[in-house]
């Protein structure tokens, strides 16, 4: 195979392992979407798990931020979905418009795992996304890293019993109770699907990760203790270890855990390299109790992009000297872009973070 083409940009690579850089590197979860006019293009044409599905088109809608944007990103995000581990798991998922994703058929009982794989060869049913990956790697030409991902198994987890979004998520939290033995069962079984797939994304070009619990915040702190943190903490030391024990490079780890405000000590001792920290939690505060042992990523409310230009600078700028001009920090939003942005806002926004905390930094 042919080696991949140099990084021209590494920034957000020494800043996530904490090295003092320049100025605050930026990206932008669900940069490669619907609110780039770009993206409809292409999805007028195909259905999502399509493009998933299709390596020159999930690299295609991959480039498409980076080429829009040129140096105002600093990573790029393989076009995929956390849902594409319940599929390899035998559960079937369809992304219905205007609805998003939904399962014709979610678990009821635990009698519905007979439906699931009892053994599941990660490495053949997600193959897609690490040809993907691998053709992203080359495509890219070095402009900035590439980032592989996977969902939480608590968020996995709760999507394949709710079999879509949910207000209460009182299915998935029902089996806590109901089912605590079926419960950590299923955990793990997703966590050891999660950990081989991390491991294939790395192998296949992967030069960062990200492990997105966005349900994270309807537990509770005890029960996050319980049905999340180990299996993210899980997920961590095992990918670590198996990286260096097959001889690749062991690339820099985030975790997102939404609504998990009061999680942010334990986040910060279970080997991951970066926390990202959505709009509620402010940048000082996150800085106190995290102590720098940790890089923070985030976090201007992503409905902020709505707001006038100025408003949009005015806060980023805040947002840029809160988290300090010594801080570790890597821009990005609170949670994901939403679909209905003008993608100009989202330049101020890159713009601002790039220049003002070049101008602090000096
Ligand atoms: O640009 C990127 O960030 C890379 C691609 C990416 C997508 N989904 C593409 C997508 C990533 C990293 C995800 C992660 C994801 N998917 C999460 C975690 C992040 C978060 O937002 O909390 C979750 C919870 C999902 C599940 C999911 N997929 C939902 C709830 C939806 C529908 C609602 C929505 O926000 O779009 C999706 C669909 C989806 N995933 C789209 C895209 C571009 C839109 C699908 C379409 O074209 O109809």
Known sequence: MAAFPPLKNDLIIRASRGEKVERVPVWIMRQAGRYLPEFHEVRKHHSFFEICRTPELACELTLQPIDRYGSLL???????????IPQAMGLEVQMVPGR??????????????????????VDKELDYVYKAITLTRHKLEGRVPLYGFTGAPWTL??????GGGSKTLSKAKAWLWQH???????????????????VGQVRAGAQMLQVFDSWAGELGPYDFKKYSLPYIKQISTRVKKELKEAGLDVVPMTIFAKGAWYALEDLTNIEYDVVSLDWTIDPEYARKVTKDQVVLQGNMDPNTLYAPFDTIRETATRM????????????????????????????VYLETIQTVSAEIRK
């Open 74 to 84: 600093d990573a790029s995000i393989i076009f995929s979905d956390i849902l594409v």
């Open 100 to 121: 998003g994703p939904v399962f014709p058929a979610p678990l009821v009982t635990p009698a519905d795992f007979e439906r699931m794989h009892k053994h599941v060869d």
């Open 157 to 162: 987890m709760a999507y394949m019993i709710e």
């Open 180 to 198: 605590p033995a079926e419960t950590h069962d299923l955990l793990q079984r997703i966590t050891d699907v999660a950990v081989t797939f991390l």
């Open 320 to 347: 840029v000297k809160a988290f300090g001009k010594d801080s570790k920090h890597i821009g990005n939003l609170g949670h994901g872009i939403l679909p209905t942005v003008d993608p100009e806002a989202l330049r």
